[in-house]
C-alpha cells in the first residue's frame, strides 16, 4: 500500500511568488491534515479535510493560504504571495478515520522564500 | 488551549543502553490521547507509540515504553537497547479524544534530536 506522497519535495520561491503543494493521501482515507514546521519551532495544525469538506482550519495564519481537495482525494495547499515567513517544511497526514485513527505523514515539502 | 513542552533540544545515547526523553503536556482535558513520534533523517514521520489517558497501565511497544503520569502531565519516552536506527528526531504529540471533528489535529512539542553514538 502506498503511503502518503508530496509533491514537490523541496521549492525554493522568491517573495511575492505563488506556490502550490500537493499531497495524495493513502486510498481511502477521508481525512487529510496539513502541519507546518518553521524552523526550530513546533509542527503546528493548519487544517483538516473530511473528504472534501474544511472540518476545522483554524491553524491556517492568513488568507495568503488557500487549501483545497478535489474530489476528496489530493489536495493542495497555495501559497500566493508567498512572504518569508512562509518558509519551513509542510506536512501533510492522512487517516481512515476509524478507531483508532492513527495519522500517517508524508514526507514533507521543504518551503524556501527568498 | 493545549501546549506540549519537550525542553531538551538534543540527547545522546550509547548503541545498547537506555535512554529517556522528556515530554510535557498542559491541558484542562480530562480524556486525551498523547502519542511520540519518530522522524528519521530522511523525513517520514512515524507513529512510536501512543497512550490514551484513561488507560493507567503505561503503553510498551518493544523497545519503546511510556512513562505516563496524568496528575504531573508528564509523558515520557523510555527505548531500551538503543540501536543506530534509532537515531533521529522524535516528537511528543497531544490530541483530544473523541476523534472526530476539530479535536482531530494534534499539538506537537518542538522535538528532539537523539544520536546513538556506536
Known amino acids: 500500500e502506498a503511503g502518503v506522497t508530496q509533491f514537490p519535495s523541496h521549492s525554493v520561491i522568491e517573495k511575492g511568488q505563488t506556490v502550490t503543494l500537493r499531497c495524495d493521501p493513502i486510498?481511502?482515507?477521508?481525512?487529510l491534515y496539513w502541519y507546518r514546521r518553521v524552523m526550530g519551532k513546533e509542527i503546528k495544525f493548519l487544517l483538516h479535510f473530511v473528504k472534501e469538506s474544511k472540518q476545522d482550519e483554524s491553524g491556517m495564519p492568513n488568507n495568503r493560504f488557500l487549501a483545497e481537495r478535489t474530489g476528496g482525494t489530493y489536495s493542495t495547499l497555495k501559497v500566493q504571495p508567498a512572504e518569508l515567513e512562509d518558509s519551513g517544511v509542510y506536512f501533510c497526514?492522512?487517516?481512515?478515520?476509524?478507531?483508532?485513527?492513527?495519522?500517517?505523514f508524508g514526507p514533507g515539502t521543504r518551503l524556501t522564500v527568498t | 488551549a493545549q501546549t506540549v513542552t519537550q525542553s531538551q533540544p538534543e540527547m545522546s545515547v550509547q548503541e545498547a543502553e537506555t535512554v529517556t526523553l522528556s515530554c510535557t503536556y498542559d491541558?484542562?482535558?480530562?480524556?486525551?490521547?498523547l502519542f511520540w513520534y519518530k522522524q528519521p533523517p530522511s523525513r517520514q514521520m512515524i507513529l512510536v507509540i501512543r497512550q490514551e489517558a484513561y488507560k493507567q497501565q503505561n503503553a510498551t511497544e518493544n523497545r519503546f515504553s511510556v512513562n505516563f503520569q496524568k496528575a504531573a502531565k508528564s509523558f515520557s519516552l523510555k527505548i531500551s537497547d538503543s540501536q543506530l536506527g534509532d537515531a533521529a528526531m522524535y516528537f511528543c504529540a497531544y490530541r483530544s479524544a473523541p476523534f472526530t471533528g476539530a479535536n482531530s489535529k494534534l499539538t506537537f512539542g518542538k522535538g528532539i534530536t537523539l544520536s546513538v553514538r556506536p
Open positions: 491541558t484542562s482535558e480530562s480524556d486525551y490521547y
Open positions: 486510498s481511502g482515507h477521508d481525512n
Open positions: 497526514a492522512s487517516s481512515q478515520g476509524i478507531m483508532p485513527d492513527e495519522q500517517y
